[in-house]
């Protein structure tokens, strides 16, 4: 909000002139290297659609001189980290993980602060919650029938092959629509009791014995289905990278998006796990555990 874009910009001589994505869209000058400074004193900051390896030495010496001076200088993903909290995908490559400044690795501090946290959280909440959990599963059962829990294989870190539970909200075998991956708004496969479970968040409780058993964490990229992460790896750039880390009850993507139900969902989704695993900390799991919060108490489940 209340940032407008002015300039296009472009080292390339074929493109001056040119609009920047068809017929109505901005025009792209030339002469880059001439324009900076006043560019510089026009605006307040100047973001680099091109990777930095591939501007010529003279040029990145004078963006150098400006990021030091009163304009910012972003490069394309910094620009999208900065401002909306996600990683375009057109900002990376293959060897982006190797990047200086992730906390990935098990020999990372916060990677043991992390598990310890969610050990000692998931089993509070299995001895709190077994009352509720013992109603929940009496109506599921009075509602809907058996079973009570659904299982499912899920794809965790490094790609491997877990079963997640939860209290089943959907028709269990016969039903319309049984094999659309996406649950969608007024899903006729929800039943009336799962509806309110998914309100209420209810169904998940049953995750946090995965989370015990060390499968998830508390905070991470949703645990996607595995027939899902196949099709997805097939469409979707970099999918893969969300694997880096443990999938989550609830993480940067499920509080910033709403709840997905198509593959340009999954690409937008995948933006903001990008950011969780680049900016992965304690920080931004708090900030996490305080938006989840909000979300359940003032948001639509579905």
């Not at 109603?135 to 491997?160: C, M, W, Y």
């Not at 929800?190 to 049953?206: F, Q, Y």
């Not at 992460?229 to 750039?237: G, M, Q, S």
Request: proline content about 5%.
């Amino acid at each position: 909000p209340n940032r407008q874009l002015l300039h296009f910009v472009d080292t390339a001589v074929e493109r001056i002139g040119k609009p920047i994505a068809g017929e109505g869209s901005p025009i792209v000058e030339g002469g880059v290297a001439a324009r900076l400074q006043n560019l510089s004193e026009r605006y307040s900051g100047i973001i680099l659609a091109k990777g930095v390896k591939e501007l010529d030495t003279r040029l990145l010496e004078k963006l150098v001189r400006t990021q030091f001076q009163r304009t910012r200088v972003y490069t394309l993903e910094s620009f999208y980290e900065t401002h909306w909290r996600y990683v375009p995908l057109e900002a990376i490559d293959p060897v982006w993980p190797l990047q200086t400044g992730f906390q990935l690795a098990q020999i990372s501090p916060y990677y043991y602060l992390k598990r310890l946290c969610d050990i000692a959280f998931a089993s509070a909440a299995l001895a709190i919650c077994a009352p509720l959990m013992a109603i929940v599963a009496l109506i599921v059962r009075v509602g809907s029938g058996r079973p009570v829990l659904f299982s499912q294989s899920r794809v965790g870190r490094e790609n491997s092959i877990f079963t997640i539970h939860k209290f089943r909200t959907m028709v269990s075998r016969d039903g319309p629509n049984l094999d659309d991956i996406y649950t969608r708004e007024g899903d006729p496969r929800i039943t009336r009791v799962g509806r309110w479970l998914r309100k209420l968040r209810l169904d998940e409780l049953p995750q946090f014995w995965n989370v015990l058993k060390g499968d998830m964490s508390l905070i991470g990229p949703r645990a996607e289905w595995d027939k899902c992460v196949e099709c997805y790896e097939k469409k979707i750039p970099f999918y893969h990278f969300r694997h880096l880390v443990k999938p989550g009850i609830t993480g940067w993507a499920q509080v910033n998006y709403p709840y997905g139900e198509s593959d340009a969902d999954a690409i937008e989704k995948l933006k903001y796990d990008l950011y969780y695993i680049r900016h992965y900390s304690l920080k931004l799991d708090a900030m996490i555990a305080l938006k989840t919060v909000h979300v359940m108490l003032f948001s639509k489940g579905r």
